[in-house]
């Protein structure tokens, strides 16, 4: 039972290139979710998913996208990298009924 | 601004002590409080506290809402080592999904042996 997984761990970018970070859940967990976290801050909401081909904005969804087309995935999609998108990614999901389960996260860096 | 409040932002101590992390929110029609604990990776689940003035134990750890003051604690007692790591406090909206969390800025806990 793999529960969430994330790839890459680790990606450098530079300014301006595009990148998807992979999420994919086992747990048929139909609510799926995208944060961020910068040093020394809380986790941030970039955006959510209730369900296959339903997502919604978060509080920080400014150049990022979303798409879900499976149960399974919810990949988050950067277009055009900035310095400011320089974090640590971490997906989640849940069923409903229960608190979010974590993947082990991507450390984005952005030069 | 911060809807949720930690303090202390970092703590140091030694094996053996009692620790009390503090959670403060401003989150208006409040659902539930959530604590987890990040140490390298992924931020794990320790509690969800619903009801004010009810302890949820587990172990050593245990955790209290006070929903009139708006706050809640999380005791660590007889601290180890291993309970090094950064401990997140969360706040779900009512009306909100279970994962739509607003997060704290963490305590930092460091235990030396």
């Known amino acids: 039972n793999a529960g969430v997984t994330q790839t890459p761990k680790f990606r450098i970018l530079k300014i301006g290139q595009s990148m998807t970070l992979q999420c994919t859940q086992d747990m048929n967990h139909n609510y799926m979710y995208w944060y961020r976290q910068d040093p020394g801050m809380g986790l941030k909401l970039i955006y959510y998913?209730?369900?296959?081909?339903?997502?919604d904005k978060g509080e920080v969804p400014n150049g990022y996208n979303v798409s879900r087309s499976t149960t399974e995935d919810f990949p988050l999609r950067l277009e055009l990298a900035a310095p400011s998108q320089t974090s640590v990614y971490f997906c989640?999901?849940?069923?409903?009924?229960?608190?979010?389960?974590f993947g082990n996260g991507t450390r984005l860096t952005v030069t | 601004e911060d809807k949720v409040v930690q303090s202390p932002l970092s703590l140091v101590v030694h094996e053996g002590d009692t620790v009390t992390l503090n959670c403060s929110y401003e989150?208006?029609?409040?659902?539930?409080l959530l604590w987890y604990k990040q140490e390298k990776k992924a931020p794990t689940f320790l509690f969800m506290l619903?009801?004010?003035?009810i302890e949820k134990k587990s172990g050593r750890l245990s955790s209290i809402l006070d929903k009139k003051e708006l706050f809640s604690i999380l005791n660590i007692t007889a601290t180890q080592t291993g309970d090094s790591a950064i401990y997140l406090c969360?706040?779900?909206?009512?009306?909100?999904?279970?994962?739509?969390?607003?997060f704290g800025r963490g305590t930092q806990l460091t235990v030396w042996p």
């Open positions: 969360a706040v779900i909206p009512r009306g909100s999904t279970l994962g739509r969390l607003y």
């Open positions: 998913s209730v369900g296959a081909g339903i997502t």
């Open positions: 989640a999901s849940t069923g409903g009924n229960s608190p979010l389960h």
């Open positions: 619903t009801s004010s003035g």
């Open positions: 989150v208006t029609n409040f659902r539930s």
